[in-house]
């Protein structure tokens, strides 16, 4: 027979009674092996939790080359860092980059990582493209005409403005099927380096297998 975790705590607690009842202990001496009253008291309580979801990395549709980038910052501010890559429509690597930024907020490596990625594909010869963010507030940016701070505003036009010259989908993801470019950035925030590279026997260990699941939509538990 199946008990509920409650209706093991009443039968445990009326046992407890009965057992000093006949027996002639008082209430007072269960102390110290097991407080009667405190486990009347008890109650579970089942917290509702999100339903889990299974995140993967999409490729694109042949043609087109999507550019998934990241931004990391050991604080707010602090040590940060960008990454990004460029994959075509087989999750093959066609370029990528890291770069360390310095003492910066992470809405700044954010939009760098944008800016680079851009500049990488432009670089490459690629202008279709479908440009991958975990930031919300990065994408909302590019997307629309809002004001922002000083400190951001030539970079974002110069973001813009390489979106609006080519044939540019800026869309929001979940961090979990931005693996690899968080993989790069928290890389090059620990090593304090510049740099990109073009093929896979460049870029760091441990890299390999993430492209590889990926490249397999192989999800990732979100909670």
């Known amino acids: 027979m199946a008990f509920s975790v409650n209706a093991v705590i009443f039968l445990v607690v009326s046992d407890l009674k009965l057992t000093s009842f006949a027996f002639g202990f008082k209430t007072s001496q269960l102390r110290g092996v097991l407080d009667s009253r405190l486990v009347e008291g008890w109650r579970v309580v ?3 939790r999100r339903p889990l ?3 993967s990395w999409i490729r694109p549709p042949p043609g087109v080359v999507k550019l998934t980038m990241d931004g990391c910052s050991r604080g707010n501010p602090g040590m940060a860092a960008s990454g990004g890559i460029l994959r075509d429509s087989r999750g093959e690597l066609l370029g990528a980059f890291r770069s360390f930024l310095g003492y910066r907020m992470i809405l700044y490596t954010e939009l760098m990582a944008v800016h680079e990625g ?3 594909a432009t670089h490459l010869g690629h202008s279709i493209l479908e440009v991958e963010s975990d930031s919300t507030t990065i994408v909302a940016w590019i997307r629309s005409d809002c004001q922002v701070s000083w400190d951001y505003t030539y970079l974002l036009r110069r973001v813009r403005s390489m979106a609006s010259s080519n044939n540019i989908l800026v869309c929001h993801v979940f961090r979990e099927a931005t693996s690899v470019a968080d993989f790069l950035a928290n890389w090059i925030c620990t090593h ?7 093929s896979p026997r460049d870029i760091p260990a441990g890299l390999h297998s993430i492209l590889h699941l990926d490249a397999h939509a192989v999800p990732h538990i979100r909670c």
Request: glycine share 0%; with cysteine; aromatic share 6%.
């Open 46 to 48: 089942t917290l509702l």
């Open 53 to 55: 979801r299974l995140i």
């Open 118 to 120: 851009l500049e990488l």
């Open 192 to 198: 304090k380096v510049h740099c990109q590279f073009m």
